[in-house]
């Protein structure tokens, strides 16, 4: 629902300026977090076709890519330090420099390098966490649960859901002015029917309650305001600075051996002084750069990807990817359970192996594919080929870091394939789809497909 508003109110606006429009012009770009699954991929390209979007038209784009590309585009002084210095930063080829995309509910660290030509590279897979802007709602939530009860505020929701908002969008103005050196209080305005459903259900005044409460010396009620201690009000960013910051600490041990010069933070969460400025007390010998309008550095970021899709050279795989196979048995690295004789080749065989065409960690260039081929059995045309993936790199597909993706089903061809046909198995990577083609060598037909990661 929220796709189709955006993309009828975007067909309105264009319909209206200018004549001979058609929606067939358009390519639609679709931003996601890179810490995402395949599955959250899928869901949010099978929500854009209900919304109307076609396939066929449509791009996922990373959001801490696009932004790095937003900000690899601008001239040097529309970037200022965070502690909002003079500062001249530029990206210049070999760069390497760390992004942390701090969204509504989550964020995406990776770490990208600038090659030549204008093309990014990724050096490292995202990594991150929901520590987001949402996170700070969340303790201001719960901050009002621990004030009025999760009755009185239940019951304002059921009754006024605009005076229910009113409240956390009043917290969202109030929590983009908070600093570290932010002191004395901060007035939220109280809904007047939020007074009088706590008086009904308690049986008591606010002011009353709060005097005898842990609230007593941090928070004031004067009519329809409340007056909090700036304190409490910094205490609703302690989860999240320190979320960042340990991710962030987490992504730059793992990338030891890389020198990185600079940390740039987009998304709109990043404006927040106290996450600005809880990132540079931390990482003290690193520039740390913010962009003037961080909070539409991916939106802008992903028009430009829209464009120029070719613009990002690698990315890191986050999963092995593979298929199941059969191996020549070893004793030595071979379980005896997973043995069994081929006839066909007279030899022992160990079935259930993970093949795998790239290993978690690997830099892939996007677009690029990956080829084995294989011996065809019967069971391939009942049971389908098995595509797997997983965090590690299994020996087999029965590890408990691998799941099943889906299997491509192949025609057997009648009395069965002669010793010497192959299978030929195509994985194409780096995009933001992952899919798998099989050809039969001996009859030339090919098999493709990508999986239905929602299954899972």
């Keep these: 629902m929220a ?71 601008q001239p040097m002084t529309k ?13 210049e080829i070999g760069t390497k420099y760390m992004v942390i995309d701090i969204g509504g509910g989550t964020v995406d660290i990776t770490i990208h390098q600038i090659l030549p030509g204008k093309k990014i590279r990724e050096i490292q897979a995202a990594s991150g966490g929901s520590y987001g802007g949402t996170n700070v709602d969340s303790k201001f939530n719960q901050f009002l649960v621990k004030l009025f009860g999760n009755d009185v505020l239940t019951e304002l929701k059921n009754e006024c859901m605009q005076d229910y908002l009113d409240l956390f969008r009043d917290f969202e103005i109030k929590k983009r002015t908070i600093k570290p050196t932010s002191e004395g209080r901060i007035n939220f305005r ?28 941090t928070v004031v009620v004067r009519g329809d305001k409340m007056l909090v201690d700036v304190s409490v009000c910094k205490d609703f960013f302690k989860d999240a600075c320190e979320g960042i910051v340990k991710s962030a600490e987490q992504a730059l041990q793992t990338a030891k051996e890389v020198d990185i010069s600079k940390i740039l933070l987009v998304g709109g969460f990043s404006e927040s002084q106290m996450i600005q400025t809880a990132i540079r007390d931390k990482f003290q010998g690193i520039t740390v ?5 961080a909070g539409l550095a991916v939106l802008k970021g992903a028009v430009l990807f829209g464009h120029e899709p070719d613009t990002i ?22 379980p005896d359970i997973y043995k069994f004789w081929q006839t066909p ?6 079935r259930h192996c993970f093949d795998s065409f790239v290993k978690a960690g690997d830099e892939v260039e996007v677009g690029s594919t990956i080829t084995n081929n294989y011996g065809p059995e019967e069971k391939d045309a009942t049971e389908g080929i098995g595509i797997y993936a997983s965090t590690q790199d299994p020996k087999f597909i029965t590890d408990s870091s691998c799941s099943r993706l889906g299997a491509i089903y192949i025609k057997m061809p009648n009395g069965g394939w002669p010793l010497d046909a192959s299978l030929q198995v195509e994985m194409k990577f780096g995009g933001t789809e992952f899919t798998v083609t099989i050809t039969d060598e001996w009859f030339g037909d090919s098999y493709t497909d990508s999986f239905d990661f929602l299954e899972k």
């Design 190 to 217: 109280l809904p007047y029917l939020l007074m009088e459903i706590y008086k009904k259900t308690t049986e008591e005044e606010l002011t009353e309650s709060l005097a005898n409460s842990s609230f007593s010396k």
């Design 3 to 73: 796709i189709r508003y955006l993309r009828e109110h975007l067909l309105e606006t264009l319909h209206r300026q200018m004549d001979g429009f058609d929606e067939d012009m358009i390519r639609w770009v679709l931003t996601v977090p890179a810490i995402w699954s395949d599955g959250a991929k899928q869901f949010m390209r099978e929500a854009a076709k209900d919304a109307g979007i076609q396939n066929h038209q449509l791009t996922l784009a990373l959001e801490p890519e696009a932004a790095s590309l937003y900000c690899m585009k």
């Design 79 to 91: 970037l200022a330090t965070v502690d909002k210095k003079t500062s001249y930063v530029e990206f």
């Design 345 to 350: 080749k007279s030899r022992w065989m160990c």
């Design 289 to 293: 750069v913010s962009t003037a309008d």
């Design 313 to 334: 050279k690698s990315r890191v795989m986050k999963f092995s990817y593979g298929v199941e196979a059969n191996e020549p048995y070893d004793p030595d690295i071979h």
